[in-house]
């Protein structure tokens, strides 16, 4: 099903954003997140994007202070999901305006906006930057 | 910094920001959970607007990793607002906290759907977006046909489209049967013609989800599928928002690409030069670049270009093309590209012909071994293990164990694993893989498993001009002052065989082999000991003549541990002292171990176990799918009793490969380890036990292993029974007679088929070979069985066959039978049932395997009887009576009087009732000696229905009652009532006591329409129980003849 989950994580390990898409009950998200943070958190930038943890293979990346965490199954491209993230990266930053680690705390319900235009039930549905930030610029205007 | 529009919200994540520790971060929470409880419980103070703020709350505190036990509801209620702020939150924060089998789901059913059909779009696409993510079966069946006809839909836009194609997805996952194969595979490919590159994305992932179910239906779509990746490759007709860096839509590219690798080969030799143009294209064309998002997003699409290619198999000008770009890569120094080139190449070596061209890259590969990055050397690792053969064994092999030394403990159990599984598949001697394995645990020996130490005992023993050289290196290792409990354990068991043969070398006297095991027994745990005392005993054995010193400093040994509180060890001491008393007839008893049986490498399965947990890259398995066998090494004879074999040198022997079977298997690991099939031997002795294990640490380990039974040698047990043969002789026989005789089943079929009836895992059948187990699930009309099937051998079951014959009134679908069990393997069957209607028919498993020229086809009765189909209900007087009386005579309400029924208190009567399901209400029926239960039945045609059952019995004789079913169903009740007879009367006994059986059906009760005494009872039970209740029983007895005639 490709994407199982999508984590922002701050270099501290602070979960900024965890969407699944696959259930795991609180506990197995806890333990996930808390050895996907440590494993990935420690690697250099020499390192490779990908690290392979149980039966996921997360291709990350990192942005200033934020770690952007995906979560994949055998049936994905790693490079296409490591410019998927960036994609993610370059949308937010359209709508936000040199988005950073903050904008994505304060405005969770925008992030999750976005990623919900972008990926659904695992697999990516738009690649549009304008198409993915339409509802929201919608809402804004009508608010 | 602007804040959102929610404030509150806002201030609550600031403030989360600024604690300081966990803790503070803890009770910040809890506070805030406690804040929004009590707003929730006050549902009108709560606008919507609050209402969304708390969700979002509730959502950010869940997100960090906290506990929300309530507002689930609160977040579906949203869905249903008019306005959309507040319905998106909804939507997007229920797919968030929910699963699909959220019960609250279920409330909001018709909300998405009237929003799915609904006419406002942006409502259309937040529904469509919360069933793709979160929809169960539910909404599998009750939706599909609502969202097909938006995804094909003309008026719709784009942005609905595309949202339903993924939506779909979801719903075909739940239920395949949503999607009609027919009528679909047109309209798929017609959805491959849009321009839109939404719905194209989206689409493609919808085909390949539909491929991997059934790339048959869909031959149609290839071609269009070349045409979209020719439009992309040729960036005709691409908007400028889907070209990402130059690059049109890099995700659509690899997606087609993706679908198009599960067509097996391409025929059209148009579509198929057409796409080999645009490989070409890709594989020529694609350069590294200095933008790191550009050459991602193309090399992404090369990577995907190389996979299509290595599957289509093409033109060897291709192929060769394709290891060229690989070794290119796996020598860059750009960490990913790296990584990635040793993927693909590892995966590459499922291709015949390119192994050799591969083999020339491996230099550089062991170089990627040692990179500072495990992810690249978690590949380079799977690599070698993957391109190793009996050429490069031994480098590979040196290579890996010159890494263990200062290689990461994460790496250090597979390094050692994949070593010692190299070692022996390619050994081209055997002193080598002797040399390899002393080394690993040498340095890693805390990593090297029991089975690794188990197979270099069993090559020794089987390898008698392995034997000197086995002894001479472990005295070698024994010398060295700190040495892994493992190395004790293996050189005192090999010197404990083979000292003797050192006996004239230096340092190698029999008292000196002694001292130097015996000074590290204080260092090593109570597993080990037992070893030691098997040495001491062979040691003192090999010393002729006997030289009393040692004989007493081992004596002293022994009688130390007579007392040790380890029963293991206090057995063997008590055990070997006696014995070693014996004199002469010392010699026999504690003769050399004879050989092992063939057996398959337990390192071997434990490597697929390992595969299969970590779900690593599956080349290695496919390759060996491909290859059909495995090179595993085996020793070829098979007969060790037969008189003196011959020196058994090593020989590569083509074994069966256990990696050719699918995911079913590949998960045996996990279940045997969870204990679901318990292997049981007895085993007859041409099957020895495999548990290696087992047969070294055996109490008796040392007289022989368990093959040992057929030996001509004399028994310990018997040696201790002072001189009786007559155990040893038990032994021995009881399995020959088994093996001379066709395969017969162990336990009593029909046993196990009632055992099962009344719980829901079990076995099922069991023979020597074949142990059939059974797990299921029941859930109104539907159950879901797993069949277990595991060989118990080390050889395969072939020809396995497994067909079920379903009565006419269950529906049932038996997944794929694996043809062939590997050895010692477990294959797991699931078996859907649905439950049509009412029947005491008896589903059977007609199954048959082969092993070796034995044809077993035992046929099996399934448990999928009727009271599976049973949900035990209380129910309450006042729910009983009204429907008692409504359900007036036949055929809704039937009446029998029983007899021959195995007598038993109505206690256990009720117990039994219990155990089918038929909830026994106490107290409904004041009369002690009757008894009345309540129950709902489950099937297609009835649905639930409630099923009302009294039984009265007679204290002066109980071989006869009177039953009276009562159910909405005339067949229901029928069935169930001779059901309830059949239990009554033929329960089966452990003792399988032949049991008053009465000819069935007799018609004990005639007919009694016009007086049904049920009705009559029914109709003084609603009377008197409202005014007078003691009278219940005894005024319907008086009046009721029936009890006279069953009295008589």
Not at chain 2, 50 to 58: D, L, N
Not at chain 2, 250 to 279: C, G, H
Not at chain 2, 482 to 489: G, L, P, Q, W, Y
Request: charge should be negative; aromatic fraction near 8%.
């Amino acid at each position: 099903m490709g994407i199982r989950f999508i984590l922002m994580v701050n270099k501290q390990g602070q979960t900024r954003l965890a969407q699944y898409y696959e259930y795991l009950t609180l506990e197995e998200r806890r333990a996930l997140e808390g050895e996907i943070v440590r494993k990935c958190l420690a690697r250099t930038e020499q390192q490779c994007s990908f690290v392979e943890h149980r039966n996921y293979k997360i291709v990350y990346r990192r942005y200033a202070s934020l770690f952007f965490l995906v979560g994949v199954d055998n049936e994905e491209n790693e490079l296409a999901i490591l410019e998927f993230i960036h994609l993610l990266v370059e949308t937010m930053d359209r709508h936000f305006g040199n988005v950073c680690e903050l904008d994505i705390m304060f405005h969770l319900e925008k992030a999750h906006f976005m990623l919900e235009e972008m990926v659904m039930n695992g697999c990516i549905v738009e690649t549009s930057k304008a198409n993915i930030l339409s509802p929201i610029q919608l809402m804004d205007k009508a608010s | 910094m602007a804040l959102s529009g929610m404030r509150g919200l806002s201030v609550f994540i600031s403030d989360i920001r600024n604690c300081q520790n966990k803790e503070l971060e803890r009770l910040r929470v809890d506070k805030e959970l406690g804040n929004i409880r009590t707003r929730f419980k006050n549902e009108k103070a709560s606008t919507p607007y609050e209402k969304k703020k708390y969700v979002w709350k509730i959502l950010y505190i869940y997100m960090l990793g906290y506990d929300v036990d309530f507002g689930h509801m609160e977040a579906v209620s949203l869905i249903s607002a008019p306005k959309y702020p507040e319905k998106q939150v909804g939507y997007i924060v229920t797919s968030c906290l929910l699963n699909e089998n959220h019960d609250f789901l279920r409330l909001a059913i018709n909300t998405v759907r009237n929003d799915i059909i609904g006419r406002n779009e942006t409502f259309q696409c937040l529904a469509l977006t919360l069933v793709g993510n979160i929809g169960g079966r539910e909404f599998a069946e009750s939706l599909a046909p609502d969202v097909q006809k938006l995804l094909i839909s003309s008026s719709c836009r784009p942005l609905v489209r595309k949202k339903a194609a993924l939506c779909l997805l979801r719903l075909y996952r739940k239920n395949p049967d949503v999607v009609n194969v027919d009528g679909w595979s047109d309209r798929m490919a017609q959805l491959l013609d849009e321009r839109d590159f939404g719905i194209l994305t989206s689409s493609m992932s919808l085909l390949v989800a539909l491929l991997s179910n059934n790339h048959e239906a869909y031959w149609s779509c290839l071609p269009k599928c070349v045409k979209v990746l020719e439009r992309l490759a040729r960036n005709q007709d691409v908007p400028q928002e889907y070209t990402y860096y130059g690059i049109p839509s890099p995700w659509l590219q690899v997606k087609t690409m993706r679908a198009l690798q599960y067509f097996p080969t391409i025929e059209d030799p148009n579509t198929r030069r057409s796409l080999f143009e645009v490989l070409q294209r890709i594989l020529m064309g694609t350069d590294v670049v200095k933008n790191v998002n550009k050459n991602n997003a193309s090399h992404a699409v090369l990577f995907e270009a190389l996979a299509l290619v290595m599957h289509l198999d093409a033109e060897k000008e291709m192929m060769s093309q394709c290891v060229a770009l690989l070794g290119k890569f796996i020598a860059v120094r750009e960490p990913n590209i790296r990584y990635l080139g040793l993927e693909n190449m590892t995966r590459m070596l499922m291709v015949t012909d390119v192994q050799d061209i591969i083999k020339r890259h491996q230099a550089q590969i062991i170089t990627s071994l040692k990179d500072p990055d495990i992810s690249i050397r978690r590949r380079a690792l799977d690599l070698l293990y993957g391109m190793c053969d009996v050429s490069n064994a031994k480098d590979i092999v040196e290579e890996i164990l010159q890494y263990l030394s200062s290689a990461d403990f994460a790496m250090r159990e597979e390094l050692s694993l994949k070593a010692a599984i190299l070692a022996e598949k390619f050994a081209p001697d055997l002193s080598w893989y002797v040399d390899v394995i002393l080394q690993l645990i040498d340095k890693a020996g805390d990593f090297v498993s029991d089975d690794i130490w188990f197979r270099v005992v069993q090559f020794v023993t089987n390898n008698e001009d392995l034997q000197t050289y086995a002894a001479v290196k472990v005295r070698e290792y024994v010398d060295k002052p700190a040495i892994h409990e493992t190395m004790v354990k293996l050189s005192a068991y090999i010197l404990g065989e083979y000292s003797h043969l050192l006996a004239r070398r230096p340092g190698c006297s029999p008292k000196e082999i002694f001292n130097i095991i015996h000074e590290k027994l204080p260092t090593v745990s109570t597993s080990t000991i037992p070893i030691l005392l098997s040495t001491y005993a062979k040691i003192l054995m090999h010393t002729q003549p006997p030289d009393p010193e040692l004989q007493n400093q081992i004596w002293a040994v022994f009688g130390k541990y007579e007392s040790c509180i380890d029963a293991e060890i206090q057995q063997r001491a008590v055990e070997y002292h006696a014995l070693s008393r014996k004199g002469a007839a010392l010699m026999d008893i504690f003769a050399e171990m004879p050989k092992f049986p063939e057996r398959q490498s337990a390192l071997i399965r434990k490597a697929e176990d390992s595969e299969a947990d970590t779900a690593e890259q599956s080349a290695i398995k496919l390759r060996a799918a491909q290859q059909q066998t495995s090179n595993a090494l085996v020793v070829t004879d098979q007969h060790p009793a037969n008189g003196t074999p011959p020196v058994g040198q090593l020989s590569l022997v083509k074994v069966p490969s256990v990696s050719n079977v699918d995911q079913n298997t590949t998960e045996q690991g996990v279940t045997q380890a969870n204990g679901a099939l318990t292997i049981v031997d007895p085993q007859p002795p041409s099957t020895p036990s495999a548990d290696l294990l087992g047969d070294l640490l055996g109490p008796l380990a040392i007289e022989g292993h368990p093959s040992a039974a057929v030996q001509p040698e004399p028994n310990l047990a018997s040696g201790l029974e002072g001189g009786s043969n007559a155990a040893a002789d038990a032994l021995a026989i009881a399995p020959v007679e088994e093996q001379s005789n066709i395969v017969q089943p162990i336990g009593d079929i029909a046993e196990r088929f009632h055992a099962l009836c009344l719980k829901d895992s079990g076995v099922l059948y069991e023979d020597p070979y074949i142990q059939i187990g059974i797990k299921a699930e029941w859930r109104a009309q539907h159950g879901r069985l797993v069949l277990f099937l595991g060989n118990k051998n080390i050889a395969p079951l072939v020809s396995v066959q497994a067909l079920i014959l379903p009565p006419s009134h269950l529906k049932m679908e038996l997944s794929l039978v694996p043809g062939t069990i590997p050895p010692r393997a477990q294959v797991q069957c699931p078996l859907e049932v649905i439950n049509l209607r009412p029947s005491r028919d008896v589903a059977v498993l007609d199954f048959s395997y082969k092993f070796g020229t034995h044809v077993v086809n035992p046929k099996l009765r399934l448990p999928a009887v009727l009271n599976k189909f049973l949900q035990p209900i209380q129910v309450s007087p006042e729910e009983f009576f009204p429907q008692w009386r409504s359900l007036s005579g036949p055929p809704l309400k039937l009446q029998e009087v029983v007899r021959g029924v195995r007598p038993m208190p109505l206690v256990e009567m009720a117990n039994l009732f219990n155990g089918f399901r038929l909830t026994v209400c106490p107290g409904l029926d004041p009369n002690p000696n009757n008894m009345v239960a309540s129950t709902t039945f489950y099937s297609e045609n009835t649905r639930a229905m409630l099923c009302l059952v009294r039984i009265e019995t007679d204290p002066a004789d109980r071989t006869q009652l009177r039953m009276t079913v009562a159910s909405g169903d005339p067949a229901l009740t029928s069935e169930l009532k001779e059901f309830i007879k059949e239990q009554l009367v033929s329960i089966p006994v452990p003792s399988r006591a032949p049991a008053p059986v009465p000819p069935p059906a007799q018609p004990v009760s005639p007919p009694t329409a016009t007086s049904d005494p049920g009705a009559i009872l029914a109709g003084l039970l609603a009377e008197r129980l409202i005014f007078i209740p003691p009278c219940f029983t005894d005024g319907m007895r008086a009046g009721d003849p029936k009890i006279n005639f069953l009295k008589k």
